[in-house]
């Protein structure tokens, strides 16, 4: 997507790679860091029952996106 609302990345990435590269993209609106939600890498891509901890924990920082949002709005 050209300007994605959400940037979901997992723990195994660099966060600080991942600012850098969002920081030139200045006007996506995932370029924000409230609008950046991290997963724990071992629980979301293992096919395990841990998955489902991942999705929890991925629906959790959707949510918080969400909130910051409508806050945000007000």
Same mark, same amino acid.
């Given at each position: %997507?050209?300007?994605?609302?959400? +940037?979901?990345?997992?723990?195994?990435?660099?966060?600080?790679? /991942?600012?850098?590269?969002?920081?030139?993209?200045?006007?996506?609106? %995932?370029?924000?860091?409230?609008?950046?939600?991290?997963?724990? %890498?071992?629980? /979301?891509?293992?096919?395990s029952?841990?998955?489902?901890?991942? /999705?929890?924990? +991925?629906?959790?920082?959707?949510?918080?996106?969400?909130?910051?949002?409508?806050?945000? %709005?007000?």
């Amino acid at each position: %997507a050209a300007d994605p609302e959400v +940037l979901v990345y997992t723990s195994f990435e660099d966060p600080r790679a /991942i600012a850098a590269y969002w920081s030139r993209l200045k006007t996506a609106r %995932a370029a924000d860091p409230k609008r950046q939600v991290v997963v724990d %890498a071992e629980q /979301i891509t293992r096919q395990s029952p841990r998955v489902l901890d991942g /999705i929890a924990a +991925l629906c959790s920082g959707l949510d918080r996106v969400r909130s910051d949002l409508r806050r945000d %709005a007000r």
